[in-house]
């Protein structure tokens, strides 16, 4: 006896990320999944991005990591209304987890919110959490070559953020080939060359935002 | 990736599936993995093996058939499977491109008595 079955595996956690968007949908929030390896700026970026954006918008921030609230009440302190998700090991956030957490951000209608995944470039890729794009986060201090090894999520993201441009004279970074690699991944890709720390390229980002938030209106 | 957890859910399906339809042993299990899970067949099989003992799914064949990539070109509407890291149409070279397959996760369908 054969019997078709024709079922996603992972179509619980795709279920719940439908539930998300539609609440996000319904509560006016354009969302933005951020993705990055450990360590490439993605909270100091939006610590940064909520500042610049403070008087147009009202950020939050669902901050994931393995354990620890030190990016939450980092963002917190720029400006941002941010919660933490603490996963205990897991190595990416899942829909169920951030549904819980807007729960506790919606009170104050955030009108752009960041769900800051956890510092991983494989795992998050594969998990929708219900968010209207995806932006990937490179700095130059993890190499060149990081869009050739992991090309699922740059292939996926509406946009790249290069961080820590400033750090640029200090390391082998080829600013050239990485932006040249970028395209041929994904020429719909928007990409950002940025550093949170002297405010480089973060007006041409905000600019994006804020059409993102309008289109996705 | 998450092998093990992939199964358990594969499982979690096929075992419902067996126990509505009155199948008591589960011969052949059919998994369709798109390129982008980067899913490793030994890791899958592994954990099917192990997950599977002591439910109707023990000791049954588990195949694994990889779903390619497969692009569509949103200039000229080719489609291609790409080589190497680049998503350039391989006919107008433009970079403006479409997934199209490679996403598949899925239980195709299983076999038993």
Redesign the interface.
Known sequence: ??????????C?NADQADKNRELFRRRGAAVINIISSPGSGKTALLEKTAQLMGDKFKTGVIVGDLYTDRDARRLNSAGATAVQINTDGLCHLTAAMVFQAFKEIEPENPDLLFIENVGNL??PA?FDLGENAKVALLSVAEGTDK??KY??IF?EAAATVISKVDLLPYTDFDLTSCLT?L??????MEVFVTSARTGEGLAKWCRWLEEFAAATK | ??EVS?IQ??LD??NK??AE?G?TKVNLVKLVVGE???AVPDALEFAFEVLTEGTVCAGAKLEVEKKLFLFRCDECGREFNPTG????CPGCR????T?VAGRE?????????
């Open positions: 006896m054969k019997v078709e079955i024709g079922k996603n595996l992972l619980a494989v795992c594969a869009p050739a090309p699922g292939r690699e395209k041929e991944l994904n020429g719909k | 990736m998450h992939l859910a594969l399906m096929v599936s067996a339809n199948v982008m899970h980067g890291l680049s998503r350039r433009t970079n403006v491109t997934l996760l899925y239980v195709d369908y299983y076999e038993g008595d």
